[in-house]
């Protein structure tokens, strides 16, 4: 079954109702990755001649379908059922700077987790170099960009009314993809979605809407949801399965159970056999900087209990990700892909460190659960905590390293579950 993972910052999942006790397997897979994989030199060079308007961009098409082919070999090669196209085919194109060993980055197009959803709606409308009032300077991106003298070069904001058009701008990367593995593998296709409360957490608040649009949160909310909804709708109809989503008057703990209701009104329709994860992510930027750092625990038993996905992919490949306490709250029928291994550096973790990490988690989710160890252990797998390239050119690591992370990853699930895809 594909999957479709949004990501906290770019997240989804179900809703309201309460969720069946049934535990999604296959997907998610004993060996994961989160989507974006790193980017053939041959296609990082053609969109950076294109962004020059050194070239057409009519000739990335051939490049890039080449380049996806060529990754989803390598995919199915080392044993991964979970397949996406890398995220090769999203518009990523950055200046990147190195002064004093301090990163400036300058975004020209869009970056990767922005996606394509929002911008493809109506009522929202792309906009060059915003002014940094309307940011709230502390969502970790932006932070990024005002240490070091800059801000966003675009952005997406809402004009109006927000509908779906009828047309999902991810359905052709999911129509390359089955033209790339049998059919009896179309159900196993990832895409990553934008999170639905992207553009609504980044924006200063009462800039994330015009007040004569949307009189309060809630209606905007509401309007997303549905054009969620429809998406979803499109992108099943279409064969996925699998889908994986990253000084105010509300406080954190109250934007938190917005955000929580929020994703649970945008899926309320998935069809059971759509799986759908969610991945907090960390931070995955240039020069591979990480934004954020601490433990889920303040936020372990309402992210688990309440919101209502199937999976949770977990960053916890350093200390500052904090312990595997938290997963104490995770009720019996989810599950957690722990991203133990960092997709940012080349260095090689230690196998067995790697499985030893993984049974302690065990230990934790069957301490909460009142189940054994062995049962705690069919609702994990393993994965990096993020993506190998979240921006055009990736993290500190080249193709070859990251294909011997992800073979480590799959000789990992193999030797703690043997036989599982």
């Not at 060993?101 to 911008?119: E, I, K």
């Not at 809402?158 to 993809?177: F, W």
């Not at 159970?257 to 945008?266: E, G, T, V």
């Not at 601490?294 to 312990?323: C, H, M, Q, W």
Request: charged share 25%; net charge neutral.
């Amino acid at each position: 079954m594909a999957q479709l993972l949004p990501q906290y910052q770019r997240m989804l999942h179900l809703s309201h109702c309460t969720m069946s006790s049934h535990i999604h397997r296959n997907p998610p897979f004993r060996a994961e990755h989160l989507g974006s994989l790193k980017r053939p030199q041959y296609l990082l060079e053609n969109r950076f001649a294109v962004d020059k308007n050194e070239a057409i961009s009519e000739h990335l098409t051939p490049l890039e379908d080449q380049a996806i082919k060529e990754i989803v070999e390598t995919q199915v090669k080392l044993g991964f059922r979970a397949i996406s196209d890398g995220e090769y085919r999203v518009g990523i194109f950055m200046e990147i700077l190195f002064l004093w060993q301090r990163l400036q980055a300058v975004l020209s197009r869009r970056h990767m987790f922005w996606g394509t959803l929002f911008p493809g709606l109506d009522g929202f409308e792309e906009i060059k170099n915003p002014g940094i009032e309307m940011f709230r300077l502390y969502v970790p991106d932006i932070a990024a960009f005002t240490e070091s003298g800059h801000k966003p070069g675009e952005t997406v904001i809402c004009t109006g009314k927000i509908k779906h058009t009828g047309e999902s701008t991810y359905l052709e990367q999911v129509e390359y993809l089955k033209t790339l593995l049998p059919k009896e593998r179309w159900g196993e296709i990832k895409l990553t979605l934008a999170a639905p409360n992207w553009y609504h957490l980044r924006y200063a608040e009462g800039k994330a809407y015009p007040k004569d649009v949307y009189r309060k949160d809630a209606e905007y909310f509401n309007d997303i949801a549905a054009a969620y909804q429809a998406e979803l709708d499109i992108l099943h109809k279409a064969g996925l399965r699998n889908k994986h989503d990253q000084a105010n008057s509300t406080t954190i703990e109250e934007l938190f159970d917005a955000y929580i209701n929020f994703y649970n009104d945008c899926i309320p329709k998935a069809p059971a056999e759509m799986h759908i994860g969610i991945h907090l992510c960390r931070g995955n930027f240039v020069i591979s900087r990480h934004f954020s750092e601490g433990g889920y625990d303040r936020i372990a038993t309402k992210l688990f209990r309440d919101l209502n996905v199937s999976t949770y992919y977990l960053e916890y490949d350093t200390p500052r990700a904090g312990g595997f306490e938290p997963l104490r709250s995770l009720p019996k029928n989810k599950n957690v892909i722990l991203g133990v291994i960092t997709s940012k550096f080349p260095e090689m973790e230690d196998i067995e460190e790697m499985k030893k990490r993984i049974y302690q988690a065990a230990e934790m989710v069957a301490k909460g659960s009142g189940q054994t160890k062995e049962d705690a252990l069919k609702r994990l797998g393993v994965s990096p905590q993020c993506g190998f390239a979240s921006h055009a050119e990736g993290n500190l690591i080249d193709i070859e390293g990251m294909k011997k992370k992800l073979a480590l990853l799959r000789q990992i699930a193999d030797e703690i579950w043997p036989g599982e895809p």
